[in-house]
């Protein structure tokens, strides 16, 4: 089994920063992807950013330039650095980890963001 436990939600003005953190635990494959959803209130659960265990990233094109994902393989920790916030992106944002053809998820944790 995967554990997923996130850090760093919370509230933020418009053009504010904030930093997620995402540790994951348990059994993991070294060769995986981790990453971020997000779902605001009445909307799908979207992919925000993604990034593999060999460093290949992926964006959705609202957050280009603006969020930046990294992750430290050791300790199996993934990172979700928001620049420039809108109230838009207010929403719970989901970690993910996948691998093997499995999808592990994190409990979510709030984002807003106030105009």
């Known amino acids: 089994q995967v554990q997923l436990v996130e850090s760093g939600g919370g509230l933020v003005q418009a053009g504010g920063s904030l930093r997620l953190s995402c540790a994951a635990s348990?059994?993991?494959?070294?060769?995986?992807?981790m990453g971020w959803y997000r779902q605001a209130p009445g909307k799908q659960r979207e992919l925000v950013a993604a990034?593999?265990?060999?460093?290949?990233?992926n964006y959705a094109d609202s957050v280009k330039g603006r969020f930046t994902i990294s992750r430290d393989n050791a300790k199996n920790t993934v990172y979700l650095q928001m620049n420039s916030l809108k109230p838009e992106d207010t929403a719970v944002y989901y970690c993910?980890?996948?691998?093997?053809?499995?999808?592990?998820w994190g409990q979510g944790t709030q984002v807003t963001v106030s105009s």
């Open positions: 348990g059994s993991i494959f070294s060769i995986n992807t």
């Open positions: 993910y980890l996948a691998s093997l053809g499995y999808d592990y």
């Open positions: 990034i593999t265990s060999g460093g290949s990233t």
